[in-house]
């Protein structure tokens, strides 16, 4: 069983900083994909950012383009989120997963963590 533990939200004024963690443990698959979802309240969870197994390729949803980065030290088993310029339509709780599939799709991940809020002030 793989456990997925997502650290760093918090609350943070808009244009500020943060980095998100998500730390993998136990049985994980080889070459696989690790992504972030978010889901801010009364709305569908949705894809935030993904990366393959070597870091080699990311994407990222339009709507964090420019301002959020994604990374994995697969030494450590742990991808990360850097979130700059934050802006309140930011807040949410944001889910780390894994995935044997390079997809935006959240039904081809696997195993999910328990999220991390994430709040954005004015």
């Known amino acids: 069983q793989v456990q997925l533990v997502e650290s760093g939200g918090g609350l943070v004024q808009a244009g500020g900083s943060l980095r998100l963690s998500c730390a993998a443990s136990?049985?994980?698959?080889?070459?696989?994909?690790m992504g972030w979802f978010r889901q801010a309240p009364g709305q569908e969870r949705e894809f935030v950012t993904i990366?393959?197994?070597?870091?080699?390729?990311?994407d990222y949803a339009d709507s964090v383009k420019g301002r959020f980065t994604i990374f994995r030290d697969n030494a450590k088993s742990t991808v990360y989120l850097q979130m700059n310029s934050l802006k309140p339509e930011d807040t949410a709780v944001y889910y780390c997963?894994?995935?044997?599939?390079?997809?935006?799709?959240?039904?081809?991940?696997?195993?999910w963590g328990q999220g991390t809020q994430v709040t954005v002030s004015s």
């Open positions: 997963a894994i995935g044997r599939r390079y997809s935006y799709s959240l039904g081809d991940y696997d195993y």
């Open positions: 136990g049985h994980t698959f080889t070459r696989y994909t």
């Open positions: 990366i393959n197994w070597s870091g080699g390729s990311t």
